[in-house]
Each structure stands twice: as C-alpha cells, then as structure tokens.
C-alpha cells in the first residue's frame, strides 16, 4: 500500500465547547495521511492512477471551515469520511489540532485512522 501525506494544512473555523470559542473563526491544524493500492498495469507516472493531493487539500480546508464542530474529534470524523467518499483512498490517517487551545501547550488534539 502507497501514502500520500499532506502536512500542516491551515483552516480557520468555529471549534469548541465555550461561548468564545464560537464568536469567531479560530486556526485549526490539519495532517493527512492518505493510503492507496497503485495498480500493477499503471505506470509511475500515470495522472489516471493517482489522487490529486491539491484537490484534496482544498476539500480538506472547505470541511473545516464549515463545520461548526464543538470538538476536534467530530472534524476529524468528518474529515476522514469527506475523503473516504473518494473510492481510491483505502485508508486515512487524519491529525486535528487547536494550535494554542490550552495553556502552557503549542496545541492539543486527536488523531484518528480510518479504514475503506
């Protein structure tokens, strides 16, 4: 199996549990990991054959955005499933972070994998 990863993907949208949280759009942090089947006719440098990592990303930022999620754990879920409806994506692996969400950390977060 082949992985595509996409680091640091930067939204900004409404997330979280108190009333300033949902006032205004706040920097969400987001990783990809995006596993795939090349298929054995295909050549290496076939577009047919490949996930379009940039369109991806762009799906990523517009899921983000319009959420309006209480938690990270949710926007990772729907993160993951925005990308599985795509058939060639076998696996996910997706990171959500709040960068600044808690004192004294860089950011707090959630990973999750999902599976096709």
Known sequence: MDKIFVKDILARGIIGINEWERQKPQDIL??????FEKTSQSTVDNLDDYIDYSKVTKNVIQVAESANRFTVEALAEDIAQACLKDMRILKITVRVEKPGAVRFSKSVGVEIQRTR
Do not use: C
């Open 30 to 35: 987001i990783n990809l990991e995006l596993y």
